[in-house]
């Protein structure tokens, strides 16, 4: 019983590469959410999604395509990394939109040379 | 414009005292406030939370307090412990779906 985790946790990878964060949980929550956190930002939202089939923008999606075809999972594309995408990306799921806390993956450290 | 501030980037505490962590919002709307505690290399978790219709929630160690005509809460860790030492994340929900989050305080706590 993982709970949540990401892979992988530690990426390098070039500028206009292609590159997929994974997310899976075991909890079958219904949502999930992709945030990055950066010096200075905190945590920010990149994309979440309500149900399999059902995602929604969060502050900072540009450059970013998520998708969610089973319950369980919910992979980050960065279609063509770019520097400023360096950062620690963040998973989480929560069991629905009337219990508000998440739970978070351990987070996956991106950079971007 | 930044919705949940945390104003004070780090704090520094001696063991056994108490620490005082502080959260702004600026949007009334917030109906549910949480505080996550975030050590390196992990992932944030859940602390504790607080309701917009409670002023105090109290678990252990931990006491959230909502002042909603200030928009203001604070986090009070008493007796603070070393383990304690971390980053801790306000955060704000609205319509319960995603939470927005503060840029963190840093807490160090001193043996």
């Known amino acids: 019983d993982a709970g949540i985790t990401q892979s992988p946790r530690y990426k390098i990878t070039e500028t206009g590469r292609q590159v997929t964060l994974m997310c899976h949980q075991t909890w079958s929550h219904s949502y999930m959410f992709w945030y990055r956190q950066d010096l200075g930002h905190g945590l920010r939202l990149i994309y979440y999604?309500?149900?399999?089939?059902?995602?929604d923008k969060g502050e900072v999606p540009d450059g970013y395509v998520v998708s969610r075809s089973k319950t369980e999972n919910f992979p980050l594309t960065l279609e063509s990394a770019t520097r400023s995408q360096t950062s620690v990306y963040f998973c989480?799921?929560?069991?629905?939109?009337?219990?508000?806390?998440?739970?978070f993956g351990p987070g996956t450290r991106l950079t971007v040379t | 414009d930044q919705q949940v501030k945390q104003n004070s980037p780090s704090l520094s505490v001696q063991e056994g005292r108490i620490s005082i962590l502080n959260c702004d919002y600026t949007?009334?709307?917030?109906?549910?406030f949480l505080w996550y505690k975030k050590y390196p290399a992990e992932g944030p978790t859940f602390l504790i939370s607080?309701?917009?219709?409670?002023d105090k929630n109290e678990d252990g160690r931990f006491t959230v307090f909502l002042n909603k005509s200030a928009k203001h809460l604070s986090l009070h860790i008493v007796p603070s412990q070393p383990g304690d030492s971390a980053v801790y994340f306000c955060a704000a929900n609205q319509a319960g779906t995603a939470l927005i989050f503060g840029k963190g305080t840093t807490l160090s706590v001193s043996s």
């Open positions: 607080i309701s917009s219709i409670k």
């Open positions: 989480a799921s929560s069991a629905g939109a009337g219990t508000y806390e998440q739970y």
């Open positions: 949007n009334s709307m917030f109906d549910y």
């Open positions: 999604s309500a149900a399999a089939d059902i995602t």
